[in-house]
């Protein structure tokens, strides 16, 4: 059974975070940031089960893009894998979780080149003011979550 | 005795003379090791009226009841004594090889006193403690001495051994293992330099332990052995060392840029941050005894006006120190003074920080060049750094020297204007390079910690950086960095954790991935303590209390507890830009958590006697007819 607050299903989640992430990886900040990486990352969610890879390593698939992004589970092979609970990554880039304590207590589990992606944290972190932005630009405003 | 061996030598190095010292099995049991029992030994032993660099002050190596049972980060020890920079007790931790080393000849520590008549170093040899002449290594660089007695005692020998500074009382001077790892704050090298006594030698042929369950440390040690490796924080420090999430630090407000006027600089944190170090520098990785982390570098820059050979790298605190603080992003010159420092044998710390503000104060008009003896010190001007400030810093010759060589508040109250308020320091102490205004925490860590501005005598950094979960003892929420809430709540714990991590001798970055209930398994299984969670912390708050007492005696008070203006004032820019600490609400909170008296700055009489502090509670607090 989906326990989220935030995503119906696989489907609602892919759809917010394709239209965020498309965004993201234009940014000619953040994006170009981001590619220099180099690296591949495959995001896994709980509640609901979903995959989002990023591809920062291979050519991008379109032009004015930094890198590409894979809905759903695909044959490419990530260098890095970070699996957590799809609500506990929305708070997440919102800026609300410390991903060390989310490490640290378990609710992240993380594999492969690790620090590559420790190293993308600084990068990302202007996204997490476009993410609320997103939200809001596909009228979800009842998803934007506030500090307490 | 088991996990410790029992015995303690007693070294006076005026009278010549080498006793061994047995100390009963309770006193291990209430005060641990490292650092709780050389506070101990230093509390019964210590003429308090003594002199920082008298040959009466005492001198004191300690190890852990786990130095030498092969387990990563548990190679470390304790050095305690009267600091010559604070007046305060002084303590510091270093790993390397000369604690399992010491361990295995059959000594749990060393207790120096005196004044060698002539330049001398202690050798420990066949469980045998000699003083032998020194002469001919007085005047040499920590590299050239390490080399030196290498040479002459063997390959299986280790040494701790001090630089000119040391030998030239300044009070920040350092003491380095194999030119490596090092004792650095405090101002433990001069304390040696004073009692004339350069370099200390093991020579170890065995690697026996007795060990209460040597079975079971087995175990543990197979068992925790591949998690610590695996455990996040340990890759990042094998792949890109103590500065590998610097950049990720200046994000947060963590990092201090040109003496803490600023804590963000995006290029500095890309150009100083560990990966970059890795890129340009780095040869190989290097390591403590039996730790798998292999978090030190060694380094070679190839061309420039700061090439250097392949040798010992930088950490996160010298990389800051002499980069962003400086208003510098030049690594090169980085590793050229990380060199320089540990040639000379100065804390990279203090050293760096005293030259950041002099940098500030000779910009404000407040140190001038009649003060400097013509130098320029200009932000970012690395090359007088290295080639002009450090070594007469080390020497204490001219006037520069003899100024920056006092530590940046001496220097300070020697100078013009209100250039004290902008040093940054607690008790005389300059801070390490992670900045109160990124992670509020810091401001009552650095305030409160008994050796002055401190980031690892408490469990504070980690437990605040998320970095830590103990469920066991209730540490098992968030704490947000940019508040003081749950500040003083968290102190309490991080005041007992970070004893224990000290005086076990367990290094703060390998044992993060260890539970509570880990660490007590290791500690009776190694010296058979009978410890639980609850009782083991009891003893950490023991130490933590007992040297607040330390510094009492030494007549500090509540007052100094404090930082100076420039840590406390709200930070210019960068996320955390303009929010403000609440130091006094944390303080007063952890002031009425701890039982603190709040002028005396100690724990009262009813809470010394709950901690088995009686005696001591005895003479701080007379009792009443």
Redesign the interface.
């Known amino acids: 059974m989906n326990m989220s607050q935030y995503y119906k299903d696989a489907e609602d989640l892919y759809k917010i975070y394709g239209y965020f992430l498309d965004r993201v990886l234009r940014d000619d900040k953040i994006g170009l940031k981001m590619s220099k990486a180099g690296i591949i990352i495959k995001f896994m969610y709980t509640d609901p089960d979903a995959e989002i890879t990023i591809d920062l390593k291979n050519p991008p698939s379109k032009e004015g893009y930094y890198g590409t992004v894979y809905m759903g589970p695909c044959d490419i092979k990530e260098d890095v894998w970070s699996k957590q609970p799809a609500d506990h990554s929305h708070r997440f880039w919102h800026g609300l979780e410390n991903p060390i304590a989310g490490i640290t207590k378990g609710i992240i589990k993380q594999g492969g080149k690790v620090t590559a992606m420790l190293k993308l944290l600084p990068v990302i972190k202007p996204a997490f003011q476009l993410f609320p932005i997103a939200l809001h630009e596909m009228g979800l405003d009842n998803l934007i979550v506030t500090k307490k | 005795m088991n996990g410790n061996t029992g015995k303690i030598a007693l070294i006076d190095l005026t009278e010549n003379t080498v006793e061994s010292l047995t100390l009963p099995e309770e006193t291990y049991r209430r005060f641990m090791g490292g650092s709780g029992l050389a506070a101990k030994i230093f509390w019964d032993r210590a003429d308090f009226a003594a002199d920082a660099l008298s040959p009466e002050a005492l001198f004191i190596l300690m190890n852990g009841p786990l130095t030498g049972i092969r387990l990563s980060g548990a190679s470390r020890m304790n050095a305690t004594a009267r600091s010559p920079l604070t007046g305060g007790i002084a303590e510091s931790s270093c790993g390397g090889y000369f604690p399992p080393a010491l361990r295995f000849e059959g000594y749990d520590g060393l207790i120096i006193t005196g004044k060698a008549a002539k330049p001398s170093l202690l050798l420990i040899d066949k469980g045998i403690v000699t003083i032998e002449d020194a002469g001919s290594l007085w005047g040499k660089g920590i590299l050239e001495c390490t080399a030196d007695l290498r040479n002459k005692y063997g390959k299986k020998s280790t040494s701790l051994v001090i630089g000119p500074a040391g030998e030239n009382m300044v009070p920040f001077a350092c003491i380095l293992n194999e030119a490596h790892h090092a004792f650095g704050r405090g101002g433990m090298g001069a304390v040696m330099g004073s009692k004339n006594l350069k370099a200390l030698v093991v020579n170890s042929e065995t690697k026996e332990l007795s060990l209460t369950d040597p079975d079971r440390i087995k175990t543990l040690v197979k068992e925790l052995t591949p998690r610590i490796k695996n455990h996040?924080i340990s890759?990042?420090l094998h792949?890109?060392g103590t500065s590998?999430?610097l950049?990720?630090h200046?994000?947060s407000g963590d990092v201090p840029v040109r003496n803490w006027t600023s804590n963000f600089d995006e290029e500095m944190?890309d150009a100083l941050t560990g990966?970059t170090l890795s890129d340009r520098f780095l040869k190989k990785t290097a390591t403590c005894a039996y730790c798998a982390v292999a978090c030190k570098r060694i380094v070679q820059v190839d061309e420039g006006p700061f090439a250097l050979d392949e040798g010992p790298g930088p950490e996160y605190e010298t990389v800051v120190a002499f980069g962003s603080l400086q208003g510098s992003s030049d690594l090169a010159a980085v590793c050229k003074a990380g060199r320089m420092c540990n040639d000379l044998g100065m804390d990279t710390i203090s050293a760096g920080a005293t030259i950041a503000w002099a940098m500030e104060a000779y910009e404000k008009g407040h140190i001038t060049e009649k003060q400097t003896g013509g130098i320029p010190l200009l932000w970012g001007d690395m090359e007088t750094v290295i080639n002009k400030v450090l070594p007469l810093m080390a020497t204490r010759s001219g006037k520069l020297g003899d100024l920056l060589s006092m530590g940046s508040a001496r220097a300070a109250r020697a100078s013009g204007g209100n250039s004290l308020e902008y040093t940054a320091q607690s008790k005389g102490m300059e801070a390490p390079m992670h900045d109160p205004r990124g992670g509020h925490g810091h401001a009552l860590a650095y305030a409160v910690s008994p050796r002055g501005a401190c980031h690892v005598q408490t469990a504070m950094h980690f437990m605040e950086?998320?970095?830590?979960?103990y469920p066991v003892i209730g540490f098992?929420f968030?704490l947000e960095a940019l508040t003081h809430e749950k500040k003083a709540e968290t102190m309490v714990l991080a005041a007992a954790i970070g004893s224990v991590e000290n005086s076990a001798c367990l290094c703060q970055f390998a044992d993060?991935s260890l539970t509570l209930p880990e660490i007590v398994e290791l500690i009776n299984a190694a010296a058979g303590y009978g410890y639980d969670v609850g009782s083991m912390m009891e003893a950490g708050l023991r130490i933590f209390h007992l040297k607040r007492c330390i510094n009492y005696r030494f007549g500090f008070s509540a007052s100094d507890d404090d930082l100076t203006p420039r840590l406390k004032e709200p930070a210019r820019d960068g996320d955390t830009a303009g929010i403000e600490i609440q130091f006094d609400e944390m303080k007063n909170r952890f002031y009425e958590m701890m039982g603190f008296d709040p002028l005396k700055g100690i724990a009262l009489r009813k809470k010394l006697e709950s901690l088995e502090l009686t005696e001591e509670a005895d003479s701080i607090w007379p009792r009443t007819i």
């Open positions: 996040l890759q990042v792949d890109f590998g999430n950049e990720g200046m994000y944190g990966s950086t998320g970095a830590c979960n098992e968030d993060r």
